[in-house]
């Protein structure tokens, strides 16, 4: 069974960092490319970035530019999700997915395999 699973999500203040790790079962990352996505309450699911095949390339959401940093480890089979500066706005449940295509995208249904998310809460 094709399986992610994301871990580092908790509780952090303003300002403060996490580093969020997502690990694939079942398969090997190096054949895909991975999105991370987050979801707060009330809101559409959002495509914050994401990270080719190689890792040749990354793409960032506005919102998350300039703090957040996706990298992989393909020999281990995982990937992360650096997130500095965290703002409460940032406060959501997050998810990674990967994708059997050499580019990355900010739309959902391109990906056939998701973790279950983590929870990141940014309060004071």
């Known amino acids: 069974q094709l399986q992610l699973v994301e871990s580092g999500g908790g509780l952090v203040q303003p300002g403060g960092s996490l580093r969020l790790s997502c690990v694939a079962s079942?398969?090997?990352?190096?054949?895909?490319?991975i999105g991370w996505f987050r979801q707060a309450p009330g809101k559409e699911r959002e495509g914050i970035s994401c990270?080719?095949?190689?890792?040749?390339?990354?793409r960032y959401a506005d919102s998350v530019k300039g703090r957040f940093t996706i990298s992989r480890d393909d020999a281990k089979d995982m990937v992360y999700l650096q997130m500095n500066s965290l703002k409460p706005e940032d406060t959501a449940a997050y998810y990674c997915?990967?994708?059997?295509?050499?580019?990355?995208?900010?739309?959902?249904?391109?990906?056939?395999?998701w973790g279950k998310g983590t929870q990141v809460t940014v309060s004071s």
């Open positions: 990270i080719s095949k190689y890792g040749t390339s990354t």
């Open positions: 079942g398969f090997t990352l190096d054949e895909y490319s």
């Open positions: 997915a990967a994708r059997p295509t050499l580019l990355c995208s900010f739309s959902a249904s391109p990906y056939n395999v």
